[in-house]
């Protein structure tokens, strides 16, 4: 019986993988659902009402990158993290374009996969519930008046900076593509070193270290991530 804790559905067609999962997640405190096909999986889903689904991309029934784009086709709203073994970086930027909200390749560690599932899970409250204003360290950004600071320094970004930042702090915790930020600044039809250009004029501004970023985070061959606002910043607390 399922209780009233955070459920997690595991989509994985091998056992020993969602026994592991099962007991890693239920010792972080989750409720877990499994389902070894696609088939089963949509059925959990629409019984189960899971608040997160971890899928492997391996199904026998349906290729997960399938099973994603239907879920999203069809509005599901929950965070998806893909979980495989797949390392390609084609795969892996089809699976975020589609939707997914992280990858997380195997082998993997328990600790690493249950901080990305509470990234997740605060991403999808905030995207809920956005408010104006995102905290990380010493980096604050008002996203009503604009204005972004350090350590309460006023930061002066160029408009394309600026819109950099905004679009990474709209989805904080959360892997975008070099494509989806193409997209929403340029309109897509730009060069991808345009934009590692302009996230190292961004880093040099934000960042303590630049060649160490502590906010902006690269996602090697896939994209960037900005790092989660603090709680008190989520909760408003």
Known sequence: MITS?????????????????????????????EAADAREAIERVVEDRPDLIVLDLGLPDMPGHDLLEKWRNGQLGLPILILSSRTDEA??????ELGADDYVT?????????????????????????????????????LVKRIVKVADREVK???????ILRILVQHAGK??????????????????????????????????????PEYILTETGVGYRLREAEQAAITGS
């Not at 970004?157 to 819109?163: F, G, I, T, V």
Request: aromatic share 6%.
């Open 175 to 212: 892997v975008l593509t070099h494509q989806h930020l193409l997209k929403e600044v340029w309109g897509g039809s730009t060069d991808v070193q345009y934009l590692r250009v302009y996230v190292r004029q961004l880093r040099q501004k934000i960042e303590r270290s630049p060649d160490q």
């Open 106 to 142: 195997k082998p993997f560690g328990m600790r690493e996969l249950a901080a990305r599932i509470r990234v997740a899970l605060r991403h999808r409250l905030q995207q809920q519930g956005e408010r104006p204003i995102f905290q990380a360290g010493e980096l604050t950004v008002d």
């Open 157 to 163: 970004l160029s408009p394309k900076e600026y819109d």
């Open 91 to 96: 795969g892996i930027v089809r699976a975020l």
């Open 5 to 33: 804790a955070i459920k997690i559905l595991i989509v994985d067609d091998e056992p020993p993988i969602r026994k592991l999962l099962r007991v890693g997640l239920v010792t972080e405190g989750y409720a877990v659902i």
